[in-house]
């Protein structure tokens, strides 16, 4: 799932291999994209708001949202896309595979730029840092920080006991939130130090997104759970519980949540103070 920059409208992605775009306020679908062959498994919208990549099987493929019609299909991935991210310049995209690699592709021409190889297991998380020029992505039980520019490895993050599944970089770009397991831990990018450990889910943690004010980040879980959580105390804040295990979530604001879960319901929700 991803917000729209108006804070106003949200993309979601699911395994009836389509992608819906919503109006938050209304709760209604402005548009369904149609087109992948299969189960789409990751979203991210562009900078400009007008265009979106999406990742089904082994392909990536960008979208008019204005039109509905697909701009351009990506493909080299040999195994299923776990997730995408798309950089600041709005130019480029990251794609990450069971493959084991990310790859970095030139969004305007569809080219192959980079692909970036290490981990020892399918790459199952990606966030490019604030700067454009970092990304740090989730495979097995490692978080690896990347240059994009030259490829090379620039820090290793161990620590998690479980398989890494979501991972979010806060807006300093100091810090990185990861899921794995039941557990959230909050790290430390220039030391590689673990600064905080969340607990309170029941079952495996599927996504995490973090607020605008990058003071709160929600977690969304397979014990049918989305928790809010102040990553200053650690302490959560807020639960909401849903008919079936949280898939996905995003933050369209500091009160509005969207959370997507396993019965194909999305749910909107609005925190109050």
Known sequence: MAVLADGQRALSGSWD???KLWDLTTGVVLRTLEGHAHS?????????GRRVLSGAGRTLMLWDLESGTIIRTLEGHTEHINAVAVLPDGRHALSS??????KLWD????????????????????????????????????????????GALLRTLDGHANGVTAVAVLPDGRRVLSGAGRTLMLWDLQTGAL?????????????????????????????????????????????????????????ASDHLFIA?????????LRLID
């Open 17 to 19: 291999k389509t992608l």
């Open 40 to 48: 789409v498994t990751a979203v991210a919208v562009l900078p400009d």
């Open 97 to 102: 595979s069971w493959d084991e690699t990310l």
């Open 107 to 150: 969004l305007a021409t569809g080219a192959l730029l980079r692909t970036l190889e290490g981990h020892a297991g399918g790459v199952t998380a990606v966030a490019v840092l604030p700067d454009g020029r970092r990304v740090l992505s989730g495979a097995g039980r490692t978080l690896m920080l990347w240059d994009l520019e030259t």
């Open 195 to 251: 600064l905080r450990t969340f607990e309170g889910h029941a079952s495996t943690v599927t996504a995490v997104a973090l607020l605008p004010d990058g003071q709160r980040a929600l977690s969304g879980s397979l014990d049918k759970t989305l928790k809010l959580w102040d990553l200053k105390t650690g302490a959560c804040l807020a639960s909401f519980t849903a008919d079936a295990g949280i898939g996905c979530v995003a933050a």
């Open 260 to 268: 997507g879960d396993a019965s194909g319901a999305l749910h909107i």
